[in-house]
């Protein structure tokens, strides 16, 4: 509820009126003035609140009187009333109802009562409550009220005296602060400055405002009170103490700078007053000497200094400074050396305690000391005020660890003058040797020489929290602890060092920010204002000796962790910032300190030895105490600096080798050289920009320190914690590393800040990075020099860490490249294994991060850093290490996998590294090589400049040619593959280029008047590239070893096959003579030339296939590839090379390489010719199209049609004489087709093979002339197969013309092929193991080559048919084998005599086999009768009698029936002869009048008559069934005859036709004899044929066609015969039946008996079927006298015998027919 509002309003009137009423009852009886005086109150009250709407305002107008009642109440003095009366006031002042009058009297009430000594605590608050809610109260009053309450202050109550210290000091702030708010409410209205006086009058507040002058006139008594004068203002103050008026002036100064800043009174006061004061007050502290005292023999005695002022002043003089340095400069300086002198050790303890907190209340302020410095120490003939501090710092801790602490009670652990040795130390439980407690925890302490001073935790840092200035209630100096003072200025010196550093180091980037900005805005603008850098190498300048001195004794003398970080950060950031400043001498400084502390104490390292520090003067022992010190001499000042002393109370973390050329003993690291490490590395790190020449420091110190952990380099140069023992110890020292479990943990930590510090480097400018490799590189030559001559571990460090930087700065690589590469090629040479495989390591590593960096621009465009980058992997060729190459190639295969696209211009570099291979290099390396030339040939192709293919193709060529290893020999032939099938499809591409290049040598060539040097010059460019790998195979293929000569050669022939279009004509008559001819030739000769001798295994336990297991076998396979190879090229690149001049020449050589392989005796190079024979034959003549042989046909001119048919066997070669010109036009046009009649420019080719082939096929199938003793070459079956089988394709070219005589000369070969034996070890092979009989594919060929004669000729002209008989006549050889097979010389051979003995056959001992013909002959045969259908009728075939040949020959097999070696061949002949008669026997008859068929008949005739009634008997064997098919066939022949012979009868001789009569006749009689022979029993049984016979014969009986009586007589005499011999057969049978009574007749007779019946049930129905007037009277008469003979016949008891009789019977029912002439008379 807000005082103003109106319930508080109203419940202020209330209280008020309830105030009245109670103290008018408490006054009722003895004050009755104030009752009334309360009474009239109430009234008055309650009148106000009646007639005002504001009642406030009204109270206050009014507030004299309305306040009256209450003073009055006070002055009775009564405790209860005046309770209650200031209550009631502290009320009415709360609500603000209080008028400026009412408060004076308020005031001289209070007064009154402080004077009477009454409720002073309610005084006290009265006027704190007046003052504080208003601001009427001013000057005589407010200084009335204020002196009231210092009275009270001095009262003897405690409790009085203590709230009114409060009070006072609050009254004193509130007139500030009104003063203060004053200003604030004038702000904006007055801005014009006040008229400026003279400072000598020391009243003139006339300007100042009424707070403001309140103010002025209460800090001027108060200094008045401290300097016990008198106050000018504070009127009626009875006593003061200096201290409380110190405290206050330090308060109101410290509360309300502004105040003084602000306003030239005040700041006037500051100067004139309190500065004098403060001096004056200090002068007992100065003189003062500890130990003086005042002894008699001074002449004055010495004021001693007094706790509570010295403390209190020394409290104004840090804000004196800290707020009002700028007004105060000279005083201040007066200040701070005081400052400096209490630090002296001859002061007392608790003064150089508080000095030191007062230092370090400064300390934290580092924009103070730069004011200092500034203002002092950069100016002429001033006190070096700031250096002063910082070395009184110094000195300060130096002396604590020298002086026993006088005067101080508590520190009695250290006897007076002596020192604690380290076992007392432990022995008293002290923190000695840090390893001793196992688990102490011991205290931060510093322990230097025997003093052990503890550390306290004084302040946190940055900021300055005092313990002794803040005893502000002591009297007497207190007890300092020990090491307080030791812990005050170290933290007081670690807040200097920090806030220097990061004030300077803003400052610094804020000004650099500001010039990239301007430079940004105005590039030509001036640097900035030199003034700042000044003042901060000044203050450098001024402290680090100091620093350095004080620093590096506390880092020695830490025993604390935590310190001891705190230190060396203090260091770090220190030696940074003089690098940044560029002030060289105190940044080695503080890193060389920096660098002795990592390492063992007395560490021999040159590089750290003081003499590298520019101002070494000498060693100084000026001072009492004997520190081992190096002095600096800096600008006359001489600084100490502590080297480490040897006995460290460290806890021992390490123990290794020191880094030496000459191992020595062992050294210990401690955690202490640990934290040192990390804080170099630290250093190095974040500051390496700074470091400059430093780094030399640096990284030896690095170095040391990695070595002794054991630290060594793993991938990318990382160092990696190392095995604890190298090797036997027989052969080195055992490493003697000992590494305890705490710094095993940290290893992994410090190996990878030591990554990380060199990861920095990129943030280098240019110029530090040189400093880093420079150190890098010296350190590493050091390395090199120590490790050579020994065998022991190299140091690694500066190569790894080259690497390391290297691979950080790759996007400015260019600048360190050539630095760091020759650098480490020299490493690669050392002779100490470790050291160059690190060497090559790091630099393998950089070519491949270097060439895998996006730099900017990219590689592609910057040809000369990809160059400069790749030349180091060219140089390493140079070292003759196995080691090196191997990693060098490792590096080249990793390169070509990650950037082998990107190489560019690099690739003949690549490539050389590829290619630098000897024999004499071992595997390994080879296998590393190729394994890179396979991802090249593989991949990259198509990136590299054309210009380069050629050398991989050398490349690949040198590897297949190096005896190494086999099968990279062999890879690198497929790789030479893989290259020609890119040239294929990248020919246009690489042509233009490979041109242009051209072009420029050219040029280049013709500028200095040379020939272009290239291999095969005057082809074109990219000619040449294939000629040159050409070449290379061609080498290949030559090569000793058989498996390389054939991936040679396979790979060469499908090059050239696939791709050879792509060269020009003119290159085509260099492949064909230069490489193919000539590779031809080599082979031969050296196959023939080959060793025989048997190679008995191929090495090691490979076994060699019979095959292959002599040289001369392995040669035959070469000659084999080889000629087939080139054969293919003439086969598939014909045109192209028919352009060439020598053409016909070159077919002429290829034909005779063929021909003489083909002879060879071995099987494997003859067969593999004749292939090639085949493939050159199939040259496709390019003229698909019927109509465009129809105009080939046209255009043929006679004359040469004629020339053709004309030539005989020594027919001219003919040749058009425009051949060339023509194929020149054809190629100029591309047209892969002749123009018409192009052929017969070729046939010269054809004729020229066929000699070859005639040649071939005579010589090699002549039977041997000699015995069968003599050792015989007879060619193989498969190779007679293939010759055979090249004649159709011949064929196809010189069909035109063919003569008779050239098919004479085939018959001769093919008879002979055919005739040749095959060896008995073959025999399995060829032969069919089962029982179908098969053709051999020899037999096959022979048939297909007649075949396509046969077929040629049948669409060929008239004139060609003639031939027909010639090719009869051959098949009818053939036929006839299948009795007598041919003859093979005069060599023994066993007959197969069938398929179905074969298996017996094969192991008969003969050498030599005949083959089974049956299959054949049987197929000739079919062969015949198939071009008989289609020849019949030809003239040739006609007048040729072929006819009557085949007729001829088929009688043998017809004759011989079941005595033929095969069954199927006389079923085969029978079928055969009725085909070939069915056609042939018209053609007969139509020439019958020619006479040309005459002698056929009779061989016909014979034919049949050897067949039907044949002497051989059939095999015992036969089953029913087999004979009843048997049966069918003679048939068969029987119905031929009645089908085709018997009715043309006119047209075929008589003598013929009586012949078959009489056949018949044979056929259908049977013999009468009873006497059952063999042969009478096989006639009888042939019941079907007799049956055939017969009927055939009755039909041409009845036949109404009967030309002659000659011919009626025949059958009439034929069917009287018949009809006799049945009467008799039946008549026989009766009788037999009677008389054998029970018993069967025998079988024939019961056979012959049906057999009658049944030719009497024929008989009957052919007279029925027969005109009746052609059949003759008495053969009627004969028919019937049958009847009652068959009746007789009914007895019989055989059922067969009755079923036949009863077929017979009922055709007699035709002949039951009455009488004519009785007719009528039939009924009755």
């Known amino acids: 509820m807000s005082p103003s509002s109106p319930e508080a309003v109203k419940k202020l009137v209330e209280n008020m009126q309830a105030d009245l009423r109670s103290l008018s009852m408490e006054c009722k009886k003895k004050f009755p003035p104030v009752k009334e005086a309360a009474e009239s109150g109430i009234v008055k009250i309650k009148t106000i609140a009646a007639r005002n709407t504001d009642i406030l305002a009204a109270l206050k107008e009014n507030s004299s009187e309305v306040v009256q009642p209450f003073l009055m109440g006070c002055g009775t003095k009564e405790p209860k009333i005046t309770q209650l009366c200031l209550a009631a006031i502290q009320r009415l002042m709360s609500h603000e109802v209080v008028s400026e009058a009412a408060a004076g009297n308020i005031i001289n009430m209070l007064w009154q009562l402080m004077e009477n000594g009454l409720e002073e605590l309610k005084l006290l608050q009265t006027v704190l409550v007046l003052l504080t809610t208003n601001t009427i109260v001013h000057d005589e009053v407010l200084s009335k009220a204020i002196v009231l309450c210092f009275r009270l202050h001095f009262t003897k109550d405690n409790i009085t005296n203590n709230t009114a210290a409060a009070t006072v000091r609050q009254v004193v702030t509130v007139v500030f602060e009104r003063m203060v708010a004053e200003d604030e409410r004038f702000k904006g209205l007055m801005e ?53 008026g110190l405290e206050l002036l330090e308060s109101v100064l410290n509360d309300f700078p502004e105040v003084f800043l602000q306003h030239q009174e005040f700041s006037f006061l500051l100067k004139e007053r309190v500065c004098p004061l403060v001096i004056k007050l200090f002068s007992p502290n100065i003189k003062f000497r500890q130990g003086c005292g005042s002894s008699a023999s001074s002449p004055a005695p010495v004021e001693k200094p007094y706790f509570p002022i010295c403390m209190r002043l020394l409290r104004v003089v840090s804000v004196l400074i800290k707020h009002f340095y700028s007004l105060l400069v000279t005083e201040c300086e007066i200040f701070l050396s005081l400052l400096v002198k209490f630090l002296d050790g001859e002061k007392p303890q608790w003064l150089r305690a508080v000095a030191v907190e007062s230092v370090h209340r400064l300390c934290v302020q580092p924009h103070l000391l730069r004011s200092f410095c500034q203002s002092y120490d950069m100016k002429q003939h001033s006190t070096k005020v700031f250096r002063d501090i910082v070395n009184a710092l110094g000195s300060f801790i130096q002396s604590l660890f020298i002086l026993p602490s006088a005067g101080n009670s508590s520190s009695s652990s250290t006897p007076a003058g002596g020192s604690v040795s380290a076992s007392q130390g432990s022995a008293q439980g002290g923190p000695g040797l840090g390893g001793a407690g196992g688990g102490l925890i011991t205290q931060a302490a510093f322990e230097y020489r025997g003093t052990w001073i503890p550390l306290m935790n004084v302040s946190v840092q940055g900021s300055a929290k005092a313990t002794y200035l803040e005893m502000l209630d002591k009297v007497e100096p207190p007890s300092i602890p020990e090491g307080y003072a030791m812990s005050v200025a170290f933290s007081a010196l670690l807040d200097l060092v920090r806030g220097i550093t990061s004030m300077i180091e803003r400052e610094i980037s804020k000004q650099e920010q500001e010039a990239a900005m301007r430079e940004e805005a105005e590039p030509a603008s001036p640097p900035q204002d030199p003034m700042a850098h000044e003042v901060w190498e000044e203050m450098v300048n001024a402290c680090w000796c100091g620093l350095l001195a004080a620093l590096s004794l506390l880092l020695d003398a830490s025993t604390d962790e935590s310190a001891t970080e705190n230190i060396l950060k203090a260091e770090l950031s220190m030696a940074s910032l003089c690098g940044r400043l560029g002030l060289v001498t105190p940044r080695d400084a503080f890193i060389t300190a920096i660098c002795k502390a990592s390492l063992p104490p007395h560490y021999a390292l040159t590089i750290l030895s003081t003499a590298n520090l520019s101002n070494k003067d000498r060693f100084d022992e000026q001072r009492s105490f004997s520190l081992c010190i190096s002095v600096y001499s800096i600008q006359g000042q001489s600084v100490q600096m502590v080297s480490p002393s040897s006995e460290s109370h460290q806890q021992v973390v390490a123990v290794g080798q020191p880094l030496t050329a000459q191992p020595q003993g062992t050294v210990v690291l401690t955690a202490k050289n640990i934290q040192c490490m990390r804080t170099l590395l630290n250093l190095a790190h974040c500051h390496g920009a700074y470091l400059g020449t430093s780094w030399q420091l640096v990284l030896a110190t690095l170095q040391h320190l990695v070595w002794i952990l054991g630290l060594k380099p793993s991938v990318g140069g990382v160092l990696k914690p190392g095995r604890a023992v190298e090797g036997p110890s027989t052969v080195k020292p055992v490493q003697n590393l000992v590494l305890t479990t705490a710094v095993m943990t940290d290893l992994p930590v410090i190996s990878n800040i030591l990554s990380k510090l060199f990861e920095s480097s990129q943030y280098l400018d240019d110029v530090s990075l040189h400093h880093l490799i420079n150190a890098l590189c010296s350190l590493s030559m050091e390395a090199m020099e120590m490790a050579y001559g020994n065998n022991k571990e190299p140091s690694l460090f500066a ?76 140089e390493l060729s140079n070292v003759l290490h196995a ?62 400049p054309c210009m380069c293919l050629q050398i991989v193709v050398d490349v690949a060529g ?118 193919l001819f000539h590779l031809l030739d080599c082979v031969r000769k050296s196959s023939s030339t080959a060793d025989k001798e048997k190679i008995e295994s191929g090495g090691g336990n490979i076994l060699i296939h019979h095959s292959r297991d002599t040289a001369e076998k392995q040669w035959a396979e070469t000659w084999v590839l080889t000629l087939a190879g080139v054969a293919r090229i003439f086969n598939t690149r014909r045109y192209l090379l028919q352009q060439l001049g020598d053409f016909f020449k070159a077919w002429e050589v290829l034909l005779d390489h063929i021909q003489s392989a083909a002879l060879s005796k071995n099987n494997e190079v003859s067969l593999a010719a004749l292939k090639s024979f085949q493939e050159i034959l199939q040259l496709v003549t390019p003229i698909k199209d019927t109509d465009k042989l129809d105009a080939l046909a046209m255009d043929v001119s006679p004359v040469l049609m004629e020339s053709l048919q004309v030539s005989g066997p020594g027919r001219p070669l003919v040749r058009s004489d425009s051949l060339a010109e023509r194929l020149a036009q054809r190629y100029g046009a591309q047209a892969s087709l002749p123009p018409p009649g ?116 049948c669409v060929g002209s ?367």
């Open 192 to 244: 014009e400055p006040p008229a400026v006086q003279g400072n000598s009058n020391r009243r003139s507040v006339s300007t100042l405002r009424p707070s403001a002058k309140d103010a002025y006139m209460l800090f001027q008594d108060l200094c008045q009170l401290v300097n016990a004068d008198a106050p000018y203002w504070l009127v009626g103050m009875t006593e003061m103490t200096r201290t409380f």
């Open 799 to 874: 190569v790894a860490k080259l690497l390391e930087t290297g691979l950080v700065n790759m996007d400015r690589i260019e600048i360190l490249w050539r630095p760091l590469t020759a650098h480490l090629l020299e490493v690669c040479q050392h002779p100490n294994a470790r050291m160059r495989e690190w060497g090559a390591e790091a630099i393998t590593s950089l070519i491949k991060a270097g060439l895998s960096f996006k730099h900017e621009p990219p590689l592609s465009k910057n040809q000369r850093l990809q160059l400069l980058l790749l030349n180091p992997l060219k």
């Open 883 to 944: 080691d090196i190459r191997q990693k060098q190639l490792e590096c080249v295969l990793q390169i070509l996998q990650n950037q082998g696209d990107s190489l560019g211009p690099g690739w003949p570099l690549v490539l050389g590294v590829i290619g630098a291979i000897r024999n004499d290099q071992g595997e390994s390396l080879i296998r590393t090589a190729f394994q890179c030339l396979q991802l090249v040939v593989t991949d990259f192709l198509p990136t590299m």
């Open 958 to 1075: 040198s590897f297949g040619l190096q005896n190494q290893e086999l099968n990279i020999s062999l890879t690198s032939i497929g790789l030479l593959w893989n290259i020609s099938d890119y040239f294929f499809q990248r020919g246009e591409a690489i042509t233009e280029e490979l041109e242009r290049e051209e072009a420029v040598l050219l040029k280049q060539a013709q500028d200095k008047g040379e020939p272009l040097n290239r291999p095969f010059h005057p082809a074109p460019p990219f000619d040449c590239l294939w000629l040159c790998l050409y070449a290379k195979l061609g080498e290949l293929c030559v090569d000793p070893r058989p498996a390389v000569r054939k991936s040679a050669g396979q790979t060469m022939f499908s090059t050239i096959a696939a791709h050879g279009t792509l060269l020009q004509p003119p290159t085509w008559n260099i492949v064909v003579w230069k490489v």
């Open 1238 to 1353: 192009e052929e017969l420019d070729d046939s010269a080719l054809w004729w020229s093979a066929w000699n070859t082939w005639y040649r071939i096929g005579t010589e090699c199938t002549r039977p041997p002339s000699g015995g069968a003793d003599k050792l015989v070459f007879v060619p193989s079956q498969p190779f007679l197969t293939a010759l055979i089988q090249i004649f159709p394709a011949l064929y196809q070219h010189i069909a035109g013309g063919f003569s008779m005589e050239d098919l004479k000369k085939l018959g001769v070969i093919l008879y002979g092929a055919v005739s040749v034996p095959i060896s008995s070890d073959t025999s399995p092979f060829i032969l069919p193991s089962y029982t179908e009989a098969v053709l051999t594919s020899l037999q096959e060929a022979v048939l297909t080559a007649l075949d396509v004669l046969q077929k040629a000729i």
């Open 1358 to 1724: 008239e004139n060609l048919q003639v031939m027909y008989p010639a090719i009869f006549e051959q098949l009818l050889l053939f036929v006839e084998f299948s009795c007598k097979p041919p003859q093979y010389g005069k060599m023994e051979t066993k007959h197969v005599a069938n398929a179905k003995y074969n298996q017996i056959q094969l192991f008969a001992p003969a050498e030599w086999v005949a083959l089974n013909y049956v299959p054949f002959a049987e197929r000739s045969l079919e062969v015949v009768v198939d071009l008989y259908h289609k020849t019949a009728c030809h003239k040739a075939v006609i007048n040729e009698k072929v006819l009557q040949n085949i007729i001829k020959t088929l009688r043998i097999p017809l004759g011989l029936k079941y005595a033929c070696p095969a069954e199927s061949t006389w079923k085969l002949a029978v079928s055969s002869l009725l085909k070939v008669l069915s056609i042939g026997l018209p053609v007969a008859r139509q020439q019958a009048s020619s006479g040309k068929f005459d002698t056929m008949w009779p061989e016909l005739a014979n034919a049949f008559e050897d067949f039907l009634f044949t002497k051989s008997t059939p095999p015992d064997n036969l089953s029913i069934q087999e004979f009843q098919r048997n049966e069918a066939v003679d048939v068969e022949v029987v119905q031929l005859i009645s089908t085709e012979i018997l009715p043309f009868a006119n047209f075929i001789p008589k003598e013929f036709v009586g012949r078959i009569m009489s056949m018949l006749n044979k056929g259908s009689i049977h013999s009468q004899s009873s006497s059952f022979t063999e042969a009478e029993m096989d006639i009888r049984m042939r019941e079907e044929f007799s049956k055939v016979c017969f009927e055939t014969l009755l039909q041409f009986s009845f036949s109404n066609k009967v030309s002659t009586p000659q011919e009626g007589y025949i059958s009439r005499m034929a069917l009287s015969v018949l009809l006799q011999r049945a009467q008799d057969v039946l008549r026989r049978y009766v009788e037999d039946q009677r008389l054998s009574g029970r018993c069967p007749l025998p079988r024939q007779q019961v056979t012959e008996i049906i057999f009658v019946l049944k030719a009497i049930s024929t008989l009957m129905d052919s007279l029925k079927k027969t005109q009746p007037e052609n059949v003759d009277v008495n053969v009627w008469a004969q028919v019937i006298a049958l009847y009652p003979t068959l009746v007789e016949c009914i007895t019989c008891s055989s059922p067969e015998v009755s079923s036949a009789l009863k077929d017979a019977l009922g055709p007699f029912k035709d002949f039951m027919q009455p009488p004519v002439s009785k007719v009528q008379n039939g009924e009755s």
